[in-house]
């Protein structure tokens, strides 16, 4: 079960796909144009956003290009052609799976429940994260920059793991503690802030003159590429 958005301007398409989808246990939202698409992804936190490529206002390529700048989150994207190069455009684009239309529920379902399976990092080929010049496998659990090896403590590679899989992401300290550590927030707590600091130290940097790690003052942190 996921906390879903679907982006269909479609009404018959979208009730469907919100129905049968529920029925299969997931928790269902949905917007109907690009732009009210890419507030709910943003602000809503879905677990996945199931993207339909025509949509009125903007260009389905325009919609994972702006999505891509600010999010990581898992996108699968329906496409009403089945055209190799325009397949390809989607997912070159950040797309993470496509469906061409019409699909069944059923099929979609099982490409959401694969993509989340691999962003969770429970497939067998959990592929290397690489951003910029930093490289963590996260089946061998070793990190490079640049090719040279890292040595981190688990939690400092789980924290690594966890900014990486939402590059561009802010992710608050009170969500590290409560997915990393896996205990209660409490305001006072440092360990967010202690294991931060272990890790820019690791990456060859600090608060004061940050690369990969940036700090989202009042709101949390972010993994991103320097170089870009
Ligand atoms: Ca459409």
Do not use: C
């Not at 144009?33 to 936190?45: E, N």
């Not at 969770?120 to 910029?132: F, L, N, S, T």
């Not at 990393?180 to 931060?196: E, R, S």
Request: hydrophobic fraction near 45%; charge should be neutral.
């Amino acid at each position: 079960m996921a906390y879903l958005l679907l982006v269909e301007d479609d009404a018959a398409v979208r009730s469907a796909l919100m129905r049968t989808l529920a029925e299969r246990g997931h928790a269902m939202h949905s917007a109907t144009t690009g732009m009210a698409g890419l507030r709910a992804a943003i602000d809503d936190r879905p677990d996945l956003v199931i993207l339909d490529l025509g949509l009125p206002d903007l260009d389905g390529y325009e919609v994972i290009r702006m999505l891509r700048a600010v999010s990581a989150v898992p996108l699968i994207v329906a496409t009403a052609r089945d055209d190799e190069e325009e397949i390809a455009r989607v997912l070159d684009a950040g797309a993470d799976d496509y469906l061409v239309k019409p699909f069944r529920a059923v099929q979609l379902d099982a490409r959401i429940r694969a993509v989340l399976r691999r962003m969770r990092g429970e497939d067998d080929q959990a592929q290397p994260i690489v951003v910029g010049e930093l490289r963590i496998d996260p089946r061998s659990r070793e990190v490079t920059m640049a090719g040279r090896a890292l040595d981190l403590r688990p939690k400092e590679f789980e924290l690594l793991v966890y900014l990486a899989t939402r590059t561009g992401q802010v992710v608050s300290k009170r969500e590290l503690l409560t997915q990393v550590w896996q205990v209660p927030y409490g305001g006072a707590d440092k360990t967010v802030d202690v294991h931060l600091s272990w890790l820019r130290n690791k990456l060859g940097e600090s608060a004061q003159r940050p690369k990969y790690v940036r700090a989202v003052r009042g709101v949390g942190v972010k993994l991103v590429d320097p170089g870009r």
